[in-house]
């Protein structure tokens, strides 16, 4: 099955202790590059996070989104900025000597000053923390799994209607040549008609002109490996049950340099517009192979 590169999925878990929501979404993107925003207690488990994702993604720009809460009663501890303290004495003192003022000598009005007393929240140990983010991370990338999964459906679909577009123009192309051949025998017997007048005309020479020319018209081979890269194509789409946009991406180039040749070879109006028609629907196949995973 097909997987779109673009996704989203969340993802919650909870215990006693803590409670985690994390979110995932992912962007276009020829590799895989994991970006992980969180709070700064909890970086110690990005690596292992990091490693999880792998799991179920191979390609695109992720980035892993994680909230967390921690329900535990925490103890909190009384820091007390020495220095700043004291600098705050001394610029009152000196302030009270210059406006003759009663100098300080209440601690509690130092204290009241900011950054003087701060209350910090003393770190315990995150014991279980990781099994529940990673936890929450799984159901976050199964749920962003599904979403790749049922856009990727729908790519396979439009890819299917394409390269039906595209064997049916094959199609005309490859019956083209022997009109092309036929219309230039024509031609040729016609010129020199024109210019032989009443002389008999060499139907021996016309006939190896025509072999020459339908020799160096002859894009055969290139029809034949265009459809058979369109058979492939599908192929890689039936059997698809691991990431193919790499094997899918190769393919329309080397579809693309089977159109250029035949175009190149092809002495026809006809055929060069159905070979525009075909660098068309191999351009938008291109296109659509950027969105897969």
């Given at each position: 099955?097909?997987r779109s590169?673009?996704?989203f999925g969340a993802g919650d878990?909870?215990?006693?202790?803590?409670r985690?929501?994390v979110e995932?979404?992912?962007?276009?993107q020829?590799?895989?590059?994991?970006d992980?925003?969180?709070?700064r207690?909890?970086?110690?488990?990005e690596?292992?996070?990091?490693?999880?994702?792998?799991?179920?993604?191979?390609?695109?720009?992720?980035?892993?989104?994680?909230?967390f809460?921690?329900?535990?009663?925490?103890?909190?501890?009384i820091?007390?900025?020495?220095?700043?303290?004291?600098?705050?004495?001394k610029?009152?003192?000196?302030?009270?000597d210059l406006?003759?003022?009663a100098r300080p000598?209440?601690?509690?009005?130092?204290?009241a000053?900011?950054d003087?007393?701060?209350?910090?929240e003393i770190?315990?140990?995150?014991?279980?923390?990781?099994?529940?983010?990673?936890?929450?991370?799984?159901?976050?990338?199964?749920?962003f799994?599904?979403m790749?999964?049922a856009?990727?459906?729908?790519?396979?679909?439009?890819?299917l209607?394409?390269?039906?577009?595209?064997?049916?123009?094959?199609?005309?192309?490859a019956?083209l040549g022997?009109q092309?051949?036929?219309?230039?025998?024509?031609?040729?017997?016609?010129?020199l008609?024109?210019?032989?007048?009443?002389?008999?005309?060499d139907?021996t020479?016309i006939?190896q002109?025509?072999?020459?020319?339908a020799?160096?018209?002859?894009?055969?081979?290139?029809v034949?490996?265009?459809?058979?890269h369109?058979?492939?194509?599908?192929?890689?789409?039936?059997?698809?049950?691991?990431?193919?946009g790499r094997?899918l991406?190769?393919?329309?180039?080397e579809?693309?340099?089977?159109?250029?040749?035949t175009?190149?070879?092809?002495?026809s109006t006809e055929?060069?517009?159905?070979s525009v028609?075909?660098?068309?629907?191999?351009?938008?196949?291109?296109?659509?192979?950027?969105?897969?995973?």
């Amino acid at each position: 099955m097909l997987r779109s590169m673009t996704g989203f999925g969340a993802g919650d878990a909870e215990n006693e202790n803590y409670r985690i929501h994390v979110e995932v979404k992912s962007f276009n993107q020829r590799y895989l590059d994991i970006d992980v925003h969180m709070p700064r207690l909890l970086n110690p488990f990005e690596e292992a996070m990091k490693k999880r994702v792998k799991v179920y993604a191979s390609r695109g720009k992720m980035d892993l989104n994680v909230m967390f809460l921690d329900k535990r009663d925490r103890k909190k501890a009384i820091r007390v900025d020495k220095n700043l303290a004291i600098a705050y004495h001394k610029a009152l003192n000196e302030m009270s000597d210059l406006l003759h003022l009663a100098r300080p000598d209440d601690v509690c009005e130092i204290a009241a000053y900011p950054d003087v007393i701060a209350i910090e929240e003393i770190p315990d140990a995150l014991e279980g923390v990781e099994e529940l983010l990673l936890a929450a991370l799984d159901m976050a990338m199964q749920r962003f799994i599904a979403m790749r999964e049922a856009e990727g459906t729908n790519i396979e679909a439009d890819f299917l209607q394409r390269l039906t577009l595209l064997e049916g123009y094959v199609e005309k192309i490859a019956a083209l040549g022997p009109q092309i051949v036929e219309h230039y025998r024509e031609r040729l017997h016609k010129v020199l008609q024109e210019l032989l007048a009443e002389k008999e005309i060499d139907e021996t020479r016309i006939i190896q002109e025509t072999a020459i020319y339908a020799d160096k018209i002859n894009y055969t081979e290139e029809v034949v490996r265009l459809q058979s890269h369109c058979k492939q194509f599908r192929d890689i789409l039936a059997a698809a049950d691991a990431p193919v946009g790499r094997r899918l991406d190769f393919l329309v180039q080397e579809m693309n340099r089977e159109i250029n040749t035949t175009a190149s070879k092809a002495g026809s109006t006809e055929a060069a517009q159905l070979s525009v028609d075909v660098k068309s629907e191999i351009e938008k196949l291109r296109e659509q192979i950027q969105n897969i995973e």
